[in-house]
Every structure is written in C-alpha cells, then in structure tokens.
C-alpha cells in the first residue's frame, strides 16, 4: 500500500549550486548528502514539513540523469511513494499492468529499499517506490 509521497526527485546539473537555491528558497540546508554509485548520482535531501525533495546530479555520461538532463534539461525526475513493502507492492503493480525498471528492489540513498515504474506505464511520469530499510538489532 503507497503510504505517502516520500519526496519529489529533482535532476540538477551542479549539486553545489542547486544546493545554495534550494537552501535559500527553504530556508534550510540540505540534512543529508550522498552518493550512490550504483546509479551514478550525487543526491542531497532538504525536508520541507513531512516531505522531501531530493536534488540528482549525475556523476557519469551513463547515468539516467545526466541522460534526463540531456534530453529534457533540468527539472523533476520522479515523484516517490513511501510503502510499507516494497516486494508485495512491485508484485501488486506487476498484476495491474504496471511496468517495472527491475525485478528486485535495489539500494538507494536515504537509507531505502528502491524500485522505479516506468513512465510509459504512468502518464509519462516515472514513479519511484521507496521502503525504509530496517535496522537489525
């Protein structure tokens, strides 16, 4: 079951500098920086009330956002679901019709579970499902 929007992803060409306006324009600094190197990216997250925005800046020719950026320039990526299972969710979403961008969940930044659905299967808008990985212990 998608819970909520988890945060709107935001593709950038320039981390820093994005990072500087959208400090400015919240009024907070970004809470977290990251890089995920299985996907090519540099993230950073501001919190804005419950949600989040997470600015995308490509680290490779090969990364979808550098690609994104290319094709479409600078702008929202994604919008992201916060789900309490991400497996039964993809499985649900499979059944619908839905067309996914993997068979398994992959690691993302924010300490989360990912999977994204393809726009073509969205109204033209990809579509991220995000699950909290839970501590251990």
Not at 17 to 43: C, D, F, P, R, W
Not at 72 to 81: D, L, M, S, T, V
Request: aromatic share 6%.
């Amino acid at each position: 079951m998608i819970n909520k929007i988890e945060h709107l992803g935001i593709a950038v060409k320039n981390i820093e500098e994005a990072n500087a306006i959208y400090k400015t324009l919240l009024g907070v600094a970004a809470y977290k920086t990251e890089q995920v190197a299985s996907e090519n990216v540099n993230t950073s997250f501001f919190k804005v009330g419950e949600s989040k925005i997470e600015l995308l800046e490509g680290t490779s020719p090969e990364s979808a956002i550098t690609k994104f950026i290319e094709k479409k320039g600078e702008g929202i990526h994604h919008i992201a679901f916060d789900v309490d299972d991400i497996e039964a969710e993809m499985e649900k979403l499979k059944k619908q019709g839905f067309t996914l961008l993997s068979d398994r969940p992959k690691q993302g930044a924010d300490n989360k579970l990912i999977c994204f659905v393809h726009p073509k299967s969205a109204n033209g808008v990809l579509i991220e499902l995000c699950q909290e990985i839970k501590k251990q212990g």
